[in-house]
């Protein structure tokens, strides 16, 4: 058996203690609230309508985030562009952006502006609407998933491609027959990870979709406002299902990153 | 016209690079590659199947230029050292992957031959991550000529196998190479690969083809120290002292040989001899017509594999000698033994400088 020093025990420690501490913060959720009143809750309008508009701003966001990152990750993955180095920066800023900030950025482009004006005259308002939430998802969840795309392709042979190009197929082709499929587990991931991200989204949809109680009420925001109004009941309930979210998340792609 | 010619390739890849690289093939040559690591080989064989565009030159197979055509263009099979096989897919998938594309009638039946031709024909079902590295290698090869390439590239296809497994693969490529009359063009680090299957060796260095020619020659006659220490030769420098007979005696700074090659009367001159070709007695035969003999002292002996490589001492010049096993046996050297080297005169090559040698 190998000796146990110090350090080793000091890590562990510090590891073990940060896990306990979150452990029982998730769990007093849990615990806390009545869960007949959860129970309720839960089938209220209000959070009927929450849920629902969380789900269907969700899949369309992960969708379109999963259309974009796809080619967006194989190319940081396989080629050498101009300006690859800036593209990598600027579409990895998200993730150390605060959210709020994020928003701002968006209301800002798609406000009162040239931008805004072409989108709106193609039928899509992003600005207090649905339509902006999935725009506040989509940009948040965006740089998680062509990450994830971009380790899972950089993990796959390019001698697998380089080879079934010599067997006459375009590299189109052998994007669909080759690296698409080998890269399902990092696809897998990149889904439930940015379906995570889009539902727990708050601060850039507060600014860009704006918070209103049964518009633009996505779960987060249901929290936000309860508390606000002072219904615990309520702000538990949406806490519960965004955390219930979370974790599944979470367990999918531990179990997809071991197949990368 | 050959059937490949490839003049004067240059790619910059930063860390790997090819300067200059000339060389032209028949149909149905084989042809090993050897150098050192970095040599610039894998960037040749991947710029001869389309994957790295040239800087300068151009690519030429069977008469059309085929210097910027698209990989799936150029019809031209390659077998890498990992063997490349597409994990999600079985072995009968991954052979018949390049055939589907061109959707042959009797599809099934031509796997099926080619797999039993190979001795993987049980195997079809299985996913490659549950083969061995022999049976992964046969795979490759059977997905690659089952489209019959007009020119297989061959990346160190045998460098992951066992001895044993090698032989037998060596043995299994070269008939279906025959069968197929495939021009080859193969990667390796085993001169055994080029003994037994190419009618042709180039060896590589700093991304620069030294030499290329007939297998005998370049084993015979390397250009430069550096081709000769790497096919296993002895490599020395000497003067034409006298030539007699149209032969020349060779003064290598010490002794004199003789060759039967010609050269002028105070040439400067490398002499090739291979190892083997050198044998060893204990005693000064009586008759050497023909042979040079010399006085050698035997300063080390390095065992590889089925022979012994001697480092003999004549004069102040080191000279090896590679015995077979038996030889050994039969005359129990041992270190400080003096004993004759016998080096036949036809054996005594005479390679004259190059204006632009490398690696003298």
New interface residues.
Partial sequence: MRQITVFQLSCIGISLFITFLLVFAIASLFLVPDLEDVWKNLWSDEMRFSLKLSMLTGIVSTLMVMVFALPIGYALSRFDFPFKGFVKTILDLPVAFPELVLGLCLLLLFGNTLVGEVFRRLSVDLVFTKQGIVAAQFFTALPYASRILKSTFDYINPRLEFVSRSLGYTQRETFFNVSLPLAKNGILAATVISFARCIGTFGTVLILAGGTYMKTEVLPMTLYLNISYGNMGMALTSGIVLTTVSFIAIFIFEKAEVGI | MSFVDIDNLHINLGEFRLNGVSLSLDRGDYLSIIGPTGAGKTIFL?SI???WRPDQGRIILDGKEITTA???K?????V?Q?Y?L???MTVYQNIA??LK??KPENMDEAIRRMAGSLHIDHLLHRKPTTLSGGEQQRVALA??LI?E?ALLLMDEPFSALDQQTRRRARLLLKAAIRDHATTVIHITHDLDDAWALANKLAVFKDGRLLQMGALQEVFNRPKNRFVAEFVGTGFYRGTVVTGKNGNANIDLGGIVIESLDQAHNGDAVNVAIRHEDIRVTRSKPAHANGVNVVNAALKDIVPEGSSSLLDLRVDNIAIQALLPHHAMRRLDLHRGDHLYALIRKEHVKIVHFESQSNGI
Avoid at chain 2, 74 to 78: A, V
């Fill in positions: 991947e199947v389309g994957f698209l990989p799936e150029r019809h031209i099979g390659i890498y990992d490349a597409l994990p999600h992957y390049g594309k061109h997905r690659v489209v390439p």
